[in-house]
């Protein structure tokens, strides 16, 4: 087996009821907790809990004698470590370490003396596993220690319910303009700019393990958008490199125009579709160490991205006259903004109600209802007719 620990020095009796041998590197999980009881003359017990499981491991007697116990942030590290036997070489006896973030943790017998101190090689920092001979008490301890990480990255990426999102795709309405020719003989030119800027991203949760304290690069792809038979889904996109956390912008512009026939109303909308997905993620945590030795272990974990289709535009058109050959018609706001642009008579006051036709034949003035507001109390003064001629 590769070589991806310190080595291991274990403090205390040579000899001892029970040989135990945590290790939490294979699973990629640290130390996260640590709780130890003291007797008079050893350690009596420890406890340990490390980031990859919620479960906690006990070693000698817990629940008897004085404790202490230290719980470390995420990213924090051992800095530096000291173990004591009990002077006698029949158990160990003490145990204290300093974090780079200022933490500090020490307990030890509470009735004889700690003789000799050994400093141990923390190397990475990580404790990763715990080592030693325990039956009623600690009879002796070492910790173990990772090597210090040179990469990691995140590979064979997989997404197992991503066939299931459909739903948080949405179409998204970027723009539209719209203009008409009340004209019945000349034509109208038209134009429109504009530009939208799309953003999309991908991220990758990670734990509080080994990974937490090393940069993290990720071989995966990233769930795109894609039309199939008509429908819109989720695809995995051809694998690439990036980090943990990745972004990219695009701006599209558009510049249109043409001409509008008369007695003709256009519509030109830009639209897009947008995903936001969030769903759990499999995959491998490759480690290289210092020496170049490498390992791995399975992590899950939640991806969270923003995927757009391209930007598509289209044009619209319909006739004027349509709905007055239907008969009486409510106009659309809008449209009523170009008909006072077009009859600048009309006062601002003066909203248009509904609008007729004498007959269905083309050339046939406009007959307009009126409601004029009154100018202090907003109460309708009068209601009247205006006749538009149309050429």
């Known amino acids: 087996m590769s070589i991806?620990?310190?080595?291991?020095?274990?403090i205390g009796s040579s000899s001892g009821e029970t040989v135990f041998n945590?290790?939490?590197?294979?699973?990629g999980g640290v130390l996260r907790r640590i709780g130890v009881w003291a007797g008079e003359w050893q350690l009596r017990g420890i406890r340990v809990w490390f980031t990859h499981t919620t479960s906690s491991q006990t070693f000698g007697t817990a629940n008897v004698g004085s404790y202490k116990e230290f719980e470390f942030t995420d990213g924090e590290r051992i800095s530096r470590l000291s173990l004591w036997g009990n002077g006698a070489g029949t158990r160990s006896g003490g145990i204290r370490f300093f974090t780079t973030r200022d933490g500090q943790f020490f307990h030890h017998m509470t009735s004889w003396p700690l003789k000799q101190e050994y400093a141990i090689e923390v190397a990475s920092g990580l404790c990763v596993g715990l080592r030693g001979r325990a039956g009623a008490d600690i009879d002796a301890l070492g910790l173990?220690?990772?090597?210090?990480?040179s990469q990691a990255r995140l590979t064979n990426v997989r997404y197992p319910t991503l066939q299931l999102e459909a739903a948080s795709i949405h179409p998204v309405n970027i723009h539209e303009f719209y203009d008409e020719n009340l004209s019945y003989s000349l034509p109208k030119e038209w134009t429109n700019t504009g530009s939208y800027t799309k953003t999309e991203s991908a991220s990758w949760s990670l734990t509080t393990?080994?990974?937490?304290?090393?940069?993290?690069?990720v071989s995966a792809g990233i769930p795109k958008i894609a039309e199939v038979s008509g429908e819109f889904g989720w695809q995995v996109g051809v694998s690439g490199k990036y980090e943990t956390t990745w972004e990219e912008s695009e701006t599209y512009g558009w510049s249109r125009g043409g001409v509008i026939p008369p007695r003709t109303w256009l519509s030109f909308i830009?639209?897009?579709?947008?995903g936001n997905l969030s769903v759990p993620y499999e995959g491998t945590m490759e480690i290289v160490l210092s020496t170049g030795t490498r390992f791995s272990y399975a992590l899950k974990g939640q991806y969270a991205g923003v995927a757009y289709t391209r930007v598509e535009t289209r044009t619209e058109e319909g006739s004027v006259d349509a709905a007055s050959r239907e008969g009486s018609t409510n106009i659309l706001r809008s449209n009523v903004v170009g008909t006072k642009r077009s009859y600048g008579s009309i006062d601002s006051n003066i909203e248009v109600v509904t609008s007729r036709r004498?007959?269905?034949?083309?050339?046939?003035?406009?007959?307009?209802?009126?409601?004029?507001?009154?100018?202090d109390d907003g109460n309708i003064a009068d209601m009247n007719e205006l006749h538009l001629d149309p050429n």
């Open 270 to 274: 830009v639209t897009t579709r947008r």
């Open 358 to 375: 004498r007959s269905t034949d083309h050339a046939a003035p406009h007959r307009l209802l009126l409601q004029h507001n009154g100018a």
């Open 4 to 10: 991806i620990y310190t080595p291991v020095q274990m």
């Open 209 to 217: 393990g080994i990974e937490c304290h090393a940069t993290v690069g």
């Open 22 to 27: 945590y290790d939490a590197a294979q699973s």
């Open 144 to 149: 173990t220690f990772l090597l210090p990480i």
